[in-house]
């Protein structure tokens, strides 16, 4: 057949025929996280879907929604302190029996050379679906990460960082653990449902024979435009969720969140450790509670977010406050009093979640929440001791429950010519 | 506690005090079903979030992706050629135990009053989540539509449409009784996965005693900017999906989707018929295919949906040309062949789909798809010929799997002061 502009196991066409142009997509701005107030940061500059779309002639330009793109090198992987994305995918792997260092070192090659055409806006290097074709990059990440099981596997268990020893147990926690931990994990995150999945079955196309699936969901944020720039997320419960996350203009952002590069192990520098917990919302119960008591349970307003002893998402939480009566406004138990990073001995994490929604139980109840990720140089500076507060006294604790968890180093960022991961597999 | 501005089962409380300002909103059009070629159509004047968001002071005003609004009131009922939004929730419900017409007419009224609001970008009648705060109405549409049993059990079954007789079987069915059918059905759809979910626990709410969910499917489509305005959209496989839908600018177009003004029975003038058909992909062995293989299954190209005889997306198959070996072209259980409208009496319904995936089945396979939804005048004219060919020989059906079936009368829109089915509920 005459037609031939899809690859088809051949890297020799990754160029479409008919590159859009890519006038009017030079450097865009994204907003980061979505918090209020917080500046925008370069996300890098976008050709359109320049190699990928074979645009008809009659096609208007891509919007920045779809032309706005991610860089996969760099000194620290993506899908960190980029902007919430529409949609996400989380993904688990356990190594093959039979794969091991070497095979594992293969995976990650595939992977990164995956990851980086594909936040192009460019093919997946083998049997590309085009389910992405027509789209452009849509602010794709494909972040990479190293479970506790990893390393034995591969006979890199002096490499393991004691970081990555099992999070403590909580007692609110109902954990599956088919649904938890896992040795390989990737983080899929697209302003553009078809693009992240489109990410998702290359990813898998490329484990082949040397990892299986173990666990996947998928999530979703607001979708850039449907509110205004630089609002703070909702969740799923209607609560204003990242008030307080730290910033990359915060001077202490890059010690709290990232190993430094002269950190431990070597192969961890400018890396990060991410806690992802499947959040159940018993939104059922919650929304049975009148918004005055929503908000004495969270500390702070459904509105804007501002704390119960101020105006606005950002005044200062006022926690010697009390009313007439001699109580707390912000009730002792209540969640933002206890997360406040300032009365955990400075923990912090960078909170990047997905919502989620698979539907509803066989009880009638959804099957909805947050696929909680939090960011830290150090789980034990920062979400251990959060969790381990929140467990022994948080309001919020009867409306949620902690289904799946597990923890992943995630290497830093591949330099050019690099895979990610390459530093321990090949230290 | 001083703030009061979410509405809390006090409807006087609609309009938030800080609208957002409405200018540059104005008049908005959007891509109908993404179709190559086909005109926009307007979907009315949104006002950005009026009436709903408290945006901050800084914030900038919503791109047209949040402040695009959809008309609830109208002749036909929204969401039927509205251009495909980028999230979608099916849901079906059953009657409860000792509900009647009494109970159904007044569960009509309440969702077309909390449907009219929330298309508008207001908060919900009562007890609102606030989950869609901050959003515009993101071209929100919700949808509603009567199935089988629903006319028994309010006893109107005198009422009941012949077409709505149980669609026949097909050998390719694979079809769970538990996620089929049902006595009444919400379509969701919104730009925006929280404005979507929002309105579907609005509409579980409203649903209070009087029905019970049967079954509940979440789906997607590209977000509006990810690709050039008036593509047409690709489903899961990569084809593109939707080249020959018919077009609101056809001649016919009014005759073969909508029951006329003077149709039968009079409550369904200027209604559809729905066809709603859970169509898993078993995205596994399709992929395993060549491009060219897959090219002859469907008869068109992968690249730029041209049929196997032509150069471009529209341009006419030519079901009768051969190759030099004296084969035809397109191979005679090409998907496109058999369902072209010209070989099927003029048979035409409008697609309008959502893909779907579910994460993995128990046996690693992806549970993943379309969520076919078609309309029609007359299912006996559309959906069902149609499908009685496929059945018999579509090369594509090896791939493919009906999982669940569902059928449901439509009515048409509601007028000012009027709620949706009234004409049934009160004829």
Redesign the interface.
């Known amino acids: 057949?005459p037609?031939q502009?899809?690859p088809?196991a051949r890297p020799s066409t990754q160029s479409?025929p008919t590159p859009?142009p890519a006038g009017g997509h030079g450097i865009s701005r994204r907003a980061l996280l979505g918090t209020?107030?917080a500046t925008g940061i370069v996300l890098g500059a976008a050709g359109g879907a320049a190699g990928y779309?074979?645009?008809?002639a009659?096609?208007?330009?891509?919007?920045?929604?779809?032309s706005d793109r991610a860089m996969f090198h760099g000194k620290h992987q993506p899908g960190i302190t980029e902007g919430l994305q529409?949609?996400g995918h989380l993904i688990a792997f356990d190594l093959a029996a039979g794969a091991g260092r070497k095979e594992a070192a293969a995976l990650l090659r595939r992977w990164s050379t995956t990851a980086e055409r594909l936040m192009a806006g460019e093919a997946a290097p083998h049997?590309d679906?085009?389910?992405a074709?027509?789209?452009?990059p849509?602010s794709l990440t494909i972040t990479f990460g190293f479970g506790h099981g990893f390393f034995d596997r591969t006979g890199l268990d002096k490499q393991r960082p004691s970081a990555l020893d099992p999070l403590p147990d909580f007692s609110s926690d109902h954990l599956d653990k088919a649904r938890s931990d896992g040795d390989l994990w990737v983080q899929i995150g697209a302003?553009?449902?078809?693009?992240a999945?489109h990410a998702l079955?290359a990813i898998q196309?490329d484990a082949g024979e040397a990892a299986?699936?173990r666990w996947?969901?998928?999530g979703?944020?607001?979708?850039?435009?449907?509110?205004?720039?630089?609002?703070t997320a909702?969740n799923?419960?209607?609560?204003l969720d990242g008030t307080r996350n730290p910033k990359p203009i915060d001077p202490d952002f890059d010690r709290r969140i990232f190993v430094p590069a002269s950190g431990e192990p070597a192969w961890m520098a400018n890396g990060s450790y991410a806690v992802v917990r499947r959040i159940r919302m018993l939104?059922d119960d919650w929304?049975k509670l009148?918004?005055?008591a929503q908000?004495a349970v969270v500390g702070r307003?459904?509105?804007?977010g501002?704390p119960?002893t101020g105006d606005h998402?950002t005044s200062p939480m006022d926690l010697e406050k009390t009313d007439s009566k001699g109580e707390y406004v912000v009730p002792l138990n209540a969640h933002a009093r206890i997360t406040r990073p300032d009365r955990n001995g400075g923990a912090a994490m960078l909170r990047r979640p997905f919502?989620y929604?698979?539907?509803?139980g066989a009880d009638?109840t959804?099957d909805?929440g947050l696929l909680f990720i939090c960011w830290q140089a150090d789980p034990l500076r920062g979400f251990v001791p959060v969790q381990r507060k929140l467990d022994r006294g948080d309001a919020l604790s009867q409306f949620i429950r902690h289904e799946a968890s597990a923890l992943f180093a995630v290497p830093g960022g591949a330099a050019k010519g690099e895979y990610v991961g390459q530093r321990l597999l090949e230290g």
Do not use: C
């Not at 302003?191 to 693009?195: F, I, K, P, R, S």
């Not at 979703?220 to 609002?231: D, I, K, L, S």
């Not at 929604?357 to 509803?360: K, L, P, R």
């Open positions: 057949m037609d502009s899809i088809s479409a859009q209020a107030g779309a074979a645009a008809p009659q096609a208007a330009p891509l919007t920045s929604l779809g529409a949609r049997d679906t085009a389910v074709r027509d789209a452009g849509s302003n553009d449902a078809l693009v999945f079955r196309q299986r699936l996947q969901m998928n979703f944020n607001r979708t850039p435009g449907a509110t205004a720039h630089h609002m909702r799923l419960m209607g609560q939104l929304e009148s918004v005055t908000e307003r459904k509105s804007n501002a119960l998402e919502s929604h698979d539907g509803f009638g959804p909805a």
